[in-house]
Structures are given as structure tokens and as C-alpha cells.
């Protein structure tokens, strides 16, 4: 007996022995880059951007020595890799960060084959340069191997983005609702840009739903980089002939970007996507969401040419490129602008006035039905000031499809299935298949999730059912079960939901041949089905893959029942409290007009649900005098709408002997000198019109009624405002750079002034 113990483990030790050790060491170490003219400071990984492609092949062991060389902590998360929970690189989860100067050392079996990417899962790192390629190869006996694909030339692709702005700034102006980047990017719906495009009617329907101008992008960018360059010719393959075929391992690391992607060559066909084999589908282009991967097949259909691989930004701003071949550089066609009124108008039959999306009895799944179709002119034409494509009641569009009245928006199904609509060809999930069966244990029980995808674009608050990370408990689930997760999108944006440590069935009506992803995008209106096999224990983060929406809240995380404790996790209680941290951020917004009458200005810090501000006017004379209010309140509901508030109430000037003044309920009140403290709430109206009540110390009451930021034009704006203690005032504000602004107001206090706006 004792013989065949023996003989049992020197077996062991030859397995062992036999398991190829991929080394990798990597030192992160900050740098300074200039993609646009200006020197700024990104984070580089052995000196380069992005950060060195890793390769493994199934069945090696990866040991990845990370030297944190920044003033700063950091982690690496392995996206869509199958390892022990303690490896998956999510800080105060899974490990606690890298200390600044300190190395650490990942360990973990490569069990998979395919296209994956690897970047900072710390703050927003991410953003400034910390992702790079993974590409596992497949085992020359792999019995999925397929010819003809698999022993393809292969360039791995990375996709970013790049802005001059510091990330952290990204993030604040865009809980501050800033309108700076939709100016960069030429995507204001202002009143004259409306009233021109003969879609003011649209406009208005808009605000009385009280929505914003849309976007289909949250960030300007100065620059969007394939393989760290905008245009790209050096692939790595020389020789390319005609005839030849190539395999892109492309992978998306944009931390907030969807990229259209197109070939000068002729068809794309995809053949991957999140690292999962999948049927070749021959497609004319693919929209790859943030953090998803593709393995897409294209031909090198003639000599002496470099055939042009587009990628362009799903807000269509910019684009970069790589060249497949060597000769003249045969370009294609460069996708047209979004027609943004036409989207609002879409936009304005989707929501009902509480703010919920309606789904219209339409089955919207799986992108074959494509709400943003009605935004591309390269399916539904051009644009021509509103009067083209409108819908008919009585007749039929160019496109042969009947439709029902806009305004009624009792649309068909019909009119958002872009493949229908149009001569290209456009992926949909529906068209994943895997080619072997992905089916889960018939016995498992199974674990039902529904969640609802919320947000509220103003404040910027991403959101499941209507809670952040910090306002959610951990998801318990057990070895074995089956874990069928419903989501409904009822956000007007999209969310790519990433799984960490496990690959799920997307539920796509290819039955036993589902596609296995660890991303799913989630398309406005959109319910998707995803299932996985609860198989690995630990505690594994489930969250939108946008990093602003992330780092706003929309996540959850799923913990397996009795397991074993992380020992990398020394403190779980303080660690969850940091986890939870990043969402209960407060954000600051300042501004202060320097203005001929007077100086006015405002202060406001906000979290996730609570409002800190001031405001204040500064005359220059005893008459005019001087007042400050402050209100500390908590936004409610899903659409925080509402916010109830506390306030203190400080004036002094001087009026006329014993002058008093009467609001309009006939109240007295002086302003010669006042301190009073309030109790009070903040509505938002249709039209986007904060209605204020508030009820004073002194039992005087306030109605008030404001609207800010009314957008004129594309840099023109104007203020409104009026209370029943008979105060009102109206200015306009021209924004002339991200900080600075050139006003003019009349207040009924302080006369009429003129300046300049200083923000922040």
C-alpha cells in the first residue's frame, strides 16, 4: 500500500513538474504623455501604454510580480479569467491594494483559452493608462480547435480613450451636470439649435418630461487610441497578401467607450466574443461595448494596400485606426453624425412623465431591437430639419414599413430592427451561438434574481433597483445552485454588466447553444437573461463596466454561503466600509459672478443622496446689504425629484426708517436684519423648474420658483427666477471656456449688473 502512495505522488510531482510557469513581472510606475500637445500625467506598466500584452496558453500557471513603484495603491484585475477569488485583483474585496513601493505577487492556473484584457480595478487608474491585452492560446490538442480560424496570424487590439482632464475631474463634473462636454463635442440641444432643425416641439416635450438634452456618451475626449495611437500601421504582420486572413483579438479598454467597428476590406466576421468560442457570423460592422472582447476574422482582399480597420466612438466624435496590409491606405467610409433631435424624439415616447421607461408591449431583447436605430443616418437617412422620416399615421416610410403616429408613440416593433431597415448588416447577440452545448446541470436548483437597471443622468446616480453598492447587502448564494438573473434597463443609457470569476448563458433563444459571455450589454428598454453555475467560492463583483457608472454605485456582489475566510482580507468589516466608499463620494461645484451690482456666487457639495449648499449675494452698498442661504437636504425617490431640506437664513441691509416689507401671502418680514432657521422641499416641475417651499422660524412662508441653465444656444444660457417675497431675477450667462463665463442679470435687489462668471 504504502508502494502505491509512493508511486501516486512522484506522479504527481512529474504533473506538477510538467505545468509550464509563465513569469511576467510588472512595474507600474507614473508617467508623463502628450497624445494631444499637452504634457499630462498617465500611469505606465514597464514604460509603456497600454500595458504589455500577456500571453499564456492553457495549462501554464501565471505568476505576475507586480511592482507598485506609485505614490499611490493599486490591484490588477484579470478580466473574464477563471482563478481563486483571492487573485481577481478587486481592492477591499478580494485583496487589500498594493501599498505604494511595495510588490505582490499574483499566482493563478490558466484553465481557459481566448481573448481577454487586464487592467487597475483601483479608483480610476483605469482611465489613465492601466489596461492591457491577455490573450490565452489554446492547447494544439484542444479537441475545440478549428481550423482555419484558431491557426490564424493573430494582432491583439486594445481600444481606449484618452482626455486631458484628470479622471477625478471627470467624475465631478459629471455629478455636476456640466454642460462643457457636450459643447466640445458639438451634441447641444439648445433652443436655436432646436427651433433650426425644426424640432422645437421635440425640445419642449422633452423638458416637460423633465429630461436633459441626450447623449449617447457621458465623456468628451480629446483622443480615442488603438494600441496606444490614434493611427496605427505597425501591426506586427508584414508580408499580408491577397487572399491572407488575420484574426483581431480585439478587446475594449475604454473606461466609458463604445467603439462602431468597420473594415475598408469588406466584411468582418466574428468569430469570439468574451473569450468564448462562437459560430462565424459575417457582419458589415459590430458595436463592442465597454469591457466586452471580440475575435473577429477579416480578408486582405488585394496587394500593395493597407486596408483601413475603423473604430469609431459610438458618439461619433472621432476615430483611430489600424492599417492591415503595406501600399496605398484604402480608407472606409467614415460613420455619418448622430441625428440627436430624431433621438429625442424617440427619447419622448419612451419615458413616461413619473420617469420610467415604456416598454411599449415591444419584446426588447438581445439588440435585435436597437432604440438608438432611429439616431443612425446610415439606416434611416439623412436628417433634413425634421421634416424626412417623421412618422405618418396614414402612410408608409421610405423603408416600406408602416408606422404609427410619433407623437401617439405606439410604434411597431419593426422600426428598430436595423438589419431590417438597412443593406448593412449589424451584430445583435441574437446572432451568438456557441458551437458545443453550454448547458447547466438539469438538477441544480436554481436561485431567481430580478433586478432594474435605474439612473438618474442630472445627478448622476447609476443605480440596481434604485440602490448603490454602500446601500446594498452582499447577494448570498451556494456551491451548486443555478443563478438565472433577470434584467430590465430603465435608464436611458446603456450598461455593459460585467461578472467577475465566472462566465454566464446568455439566454438568446440558441437553446441548448447559448453564447457564454462575462459582459452583457443592456441597451434603454432592453431585458436580458443571463445563468451561471455557482462553482467558484468567494466574494465576486457584478457591476456596470463603465467607470463612472461603477464608481457612481451600480454594482452588486455575490458571496458564496460557509466559506472559508479571504486571508488576504484581515479586516472584513473595514474593508466592506472602503468598498462601499467610492459611491458615498461627495463632489464640490463652486461658482461666483463678479458683477458690476454685486457679487454672487454658490457653493454645493453632493453625494449619492445628500445635498450640502449655499448661496449667497454680496452687495457693495448698505442698501443692497448682504444675504446667505443654506440648505442641507436628502434627495428621495427613484428620479430624486424631490428633497426635503433644512435651512438658515442670513440678511442684513438697510431699508427706510421702520420700512417692512409683505410678501404675497401678507406676511411681514424685514430685511434689515434677519437670522432665521427653515424647514422646507425642492421639486422638480416639468420643464425643469425647481419649485421651492419653505416655512421660516418666524412662520413666514416662501414659494419659490427657478430654473437654471436654460440652454439659449449652444453657449448661451439664461436664469430665471421668482418668489413670493416679491424677489426675481433674470440673467443670461455666456460660457466661454470650461471656467469661465460672461454674465448679465437683473436682480430685483440688487438692479442690473454685468461680469464674469468664475466656476468650478
Known sequence: MKKIIIIFLFLGTLSIEAQNIVRYDLFVRDTIVNFTGKEKRAIAVNGQIPMPTLTFTEGD?????????????????????FLPNKEDGVPYLTQMPIPPHTVHKYTFPITQHGTHWYHSHFGLQEQIGMYGSMILKKRPDNKTFRKGIDDLSTIPIVLSEWTDYKPENVHRMLHNASDWFAIKKGTTQSYGEAVKAGHLKTKLRNEWKRMNAMDVSDVYYDIFLINGKSENDDTSLKGLKAGDKVRLQISNGGASSYFWLTYAGGKITVVANDGNDVEPVEVDRLLIAVSETYDVVVNIPADNTAFEFLATPEDRTKSASIYLGEGIKQLTSPLPKLKYFEGMEMMNGMMKMNGDLDQMGMKMSMQQMDMNVVMY??????????????????????????????????????????????????????????????????????????FTLTGNMNRYVWSLDNKVISESDKILIKKGEKVRITMYNNSMMRHPMHLHGHD????????????????????????????????????????????????????????????????????????????????????????????????????????????????????????????????????????????????????????????IEENL????????????????????????????????????????????????TQRLRMNL???????????????????????????SDMGFGAGLNLNY
Open 721 to 747: 427666477m421668482w418668489n413670493t417675497d416679491k424677489e426675481y431675477m433674470g440673467g443670461l450667462r455666456y460660457i466661454a471656456t470650461r471656467n469661465v463665463g460672461i454674465t448679465a442679470h437683473y436682480d
Open 504 to 659: 454566464f448563458r446568455l439566454l438568446n433563444g440558441q437553446g441548448d447553444y447559448a453564447p457564454l459571455k462575462n459582459v452583457v450589454d443592456i441597451m434603454p428598454m432592453e431585458t436580458d437573461v443571463i445563468e451561471f453555475e455557482a462553482n467558484a467560492e468567494g466574494d465576486w463583483f457584478f457591476h456596470c463596466h463603465i467607470l463612472y457608472h461603477m464608481m457612481s454605485g451600480m454594482g452588486r456582489v455575490f458571496s458564496y454561503e460557509n466559506q472559508e475566510p479571504n486571508p488576504l482580507i484581515p479586516n472584513p468589516e473595514l474593508a466592506l466600509r472602503k468598498l462601499k466608499g467610492d459611491d458615498r463620494e461627495f463632489h464640490l461645484m463652486a461658482e461666483n459672478d463678479f458683477a458690476t451690482n454685486g457679487n454672487d456666487g454658490e457653493l454645493m457639495i453632493q453625494s449619492t443622496r445628500w445635498s450640502f449648499g449655499t448661496e449667497w449675494r454680496l452687495g457693495y452698498n448698505d442698501m443692497h446689504g448682504y444675504e446667505t442661504e443654506t440648505h442641507i437636504g436628502r434627495y428621495i425617490g427613484k428620479m430624486q425629484w424631490l428633497m426635503p431640506f433644512v435651512g438658515f437664513d442670513w440678511r442684513n441691509r438697510k431699508l427706510g426708517h421702520n420700512e
Open 377 to 450: 443616418p446610415e439606416i434611416t437617412g439623412p436628417a433634413d430639419n425634421g421634416k424626412s422620416k417623421k412618422m405618418d399615421m396614414e402612410g408608409e416610410e421610405s423603408t416600406g414599413h408602416k408606422m404609427d403616429e410619433m407623437d401617439g408613440m405606439k410604434m411597431n416593433e419593426e422600426m428598430y430592427k436595423s438589419n431590417e431597415l438597412s443593406d448593412i448588416t449589424t451584430l445583435n447577440y441574437a446572432m451568438l451561438k456557441s458551437p458545443t452545448k453550454t448547458t447547466l446541470p438539469e438538477d441544480a436548483p436554481v436561485k431567481e434574481l430580478h
Open 61 to 81: 500557471i501565471a505568476e505576475i510580480y507586480v511592482y507598485n513603484e506609485l505614490d499611490e495603491e493599486t490591484a490588477l484585475h484579470w478580466h473574464g479569467l
Open 665 to 712: 401671502f401678507g406676511q411681514k418680514n424685514t430685511k434689515n436684519k434677519r437670522a432665521l432657521v427653515s424647514i422646507g422641499v425642492n421639486y422638480t416641475l416639468p420643464m425643469l423648474v425647481i419649485a421651492q417651499a419653505e416655512i421660516f422660524s418666524d412662520g413666514n412662508v416662501r414659494l419659490q420658483f427657478e430654473r437654471k441653465d436654460i440652454p439659449l
